[in-house]
């Protein structure tokens, strides 16, 4: 990368500067090599001086101007100057862009990926109680998720992703008197659904298909067996609907996870002994308690109830003893907005039991507004996430989804979403890619084969429109490396349609096939890599690159 290349030359300039300025360097120096926003100010920028300026005591002009005077000479580099309170300004030869074109070529689908870095991390997401339908929701948590895990797969770790099945407590006894309810009903009894419960008509399918496999005969067990066999046969069904609703949106596990294991195997009561033996742990009023206080929680958590019953939050401890005895490096849950007020607790509970809390990380998002659809029948209360993808597809659900920090709030307009026009950003970028594809059938059926790159002269790309597309191919590394760091796939989102906006305005502007046959082999190299760097893009966020496309709009 030429950035890496820069941060070079500005490293090897640091000693000599330093000795001009008669200072010491810090150990260690952190600096930014970047693109300035205006082209004025050259092609690259470093905010060094800015950096070292405060801890050796000199003004950051003065430490820009030593340093600059020290770059090392490099045929690439032509011209170097100090700007604004301290930047120091590269201006670059064009060959960096043509090397990039040529990688790109070169690695293809691995363009933009890095290395493996020989550290694994968990990311568990999802993570619905198996209660009913995924709704949108649960949709922005699954795509986040599984965006999230794309890019640490892409910049080196090894991921595993992981859907924890909770099926114990309180819910799922709802969850089970329904679906008892339903199947006794189904077989003439005038029995209701507890207000509480589940009410939605998707129950009324599960207990009809409880009564076709496992026939009549579970409502003449004992009322508790009874009841326990059809909450399982119920959750069994809700978790494959679950995840064949999941495979439709383009989301896929390693593991299940189900939170009765961790009471099966003992590794709650586990999870207690230690908060105990680390003095965390302490009896009050016939309950256990967890002294979460002592790690800026707002209150001690109950970890045993006065019917020694345990809490959702005790099997929280005992999960995290579960997956860092598998031995992962970093783990990553995904979790609503409403969550917030439990990661204080988790991370408290982790030090607590031994482990280093910034291990963990909670990743938070804000919810979802639909606008243009009614409420669905069959889900009793919300529109689920099949009925969303019946509408609008997975594409468009998934990139309108990661359209916005996670953060922030996203209005969902339906009607918006699945127009077929420029203005519809998902279409904007897929269009792009469709585009370039037929620009190269266009070349076969033309009888111009495309030439092997390296027998190509690129530097016939030197309009503007073509070097401001090379230069935005060339950020598509640092870009997935950034949204990776930053957990923020959304970024991704907007710089595949800055992607295809550069690219849409250099097919406006420049003639791809041509009479000049020379330039049409540089111009055809340039759109095939555009395309290649949007599908690269578009595969992160779990969107499809189609070949064709039509457009609704004239």
Known sequence: MIEERLSALVRSALGPAAEDLGVELPADIGFEIDAPKQKEFGDFSTNVALVLAPRVGRSPRDVAAAIAAHVPSEPFVTDVQVAGPGFVNFWVTNTWLYDVLREVVRQGEAFGRRPPNGRSVQVEFVSANPTGPLHIGHARNAVIGDAVANLLDATGWRVEREYYWNDAGRQMELFGASVEARYLQLLGRDVAVPEEGYHGEYLIDVAKDI??????????????????????????????????????????????????????????????????????????????????????????RVLIRSNDRPTYFAADCAYLLDKFG????????????????????????????????????????????????????????????????????????????????????????????????????????????????????????????????????????????????????AETPKQIAEAAEFRAPHRLTHFAQELAADFHRFYTGCRVLSDDEVLTQARLWLAWATRQAIANVLALIGVSAPDAMERTDG
């Open 211 to 300: 009564l076709a496999e496992r026939g009549a005969g579970l409502a003449d067990l004992p009322a508790e067996e009874g009841r326990a066999r059809l909450l399982h046969e119920g959750a069994v069904r809700v978790l494959a609907m679950m995840r064949r609703t999941l495979e439709r949106f383009g989301v896929r596990f390693d593991t299940f996870f189900s939170e009765r294991t961790l009471h099966e195997k003992g590794e709650v009561d586990e999870a207690v002994k230690r908060l105990r033996e680390a003095g965390f742990a302490y009896d009050h009023e016939g309950a256990v308690f967890f002294r979460s206080t002592a790690f800026g929680d707002d209150k001690d």
């Open 326 to 473: 598998r031995g992962f490096d970093h783990l990553i849950y995904v979790w609503g907005a409403d969550h917030h007020g439990d990661v204080a607790r988790v991370k408290g509970a982790a030090e607590a039991l031994g482990f280093d809390p910034d291990a963990l990380e909670m990743i938070l998002y804000q919810w979802v507004s639909l606008t243009g659809v009614a409420m669905s029948k069959r889900a009793g209360m919300f529109i689920t996430l099949d009925e969303l993808l019946d509408e609008v597809g997975a594409d468009a659900t998934r990139f309108t989804l990661l359209s916005r920090s996670n953060d922030a709030t996203i209005e969902f307009d339906i009607d918006a979403v699945k127009r077929q026009s420029m203005e519809n950003p998902v279409y904007y970028v897929q269009y792009g890619h469709a585009r370039i594809a037929s620009i190269l059938r266009n070349a076969t059926e033309r009888g111009i084969s495309i030439q092997p790159i390296e027998d190509v002269d690129l530097t016939l790309l030197s309009t503007e429109a073509e070097l401001d597309l090379l230069r935005k191919i």
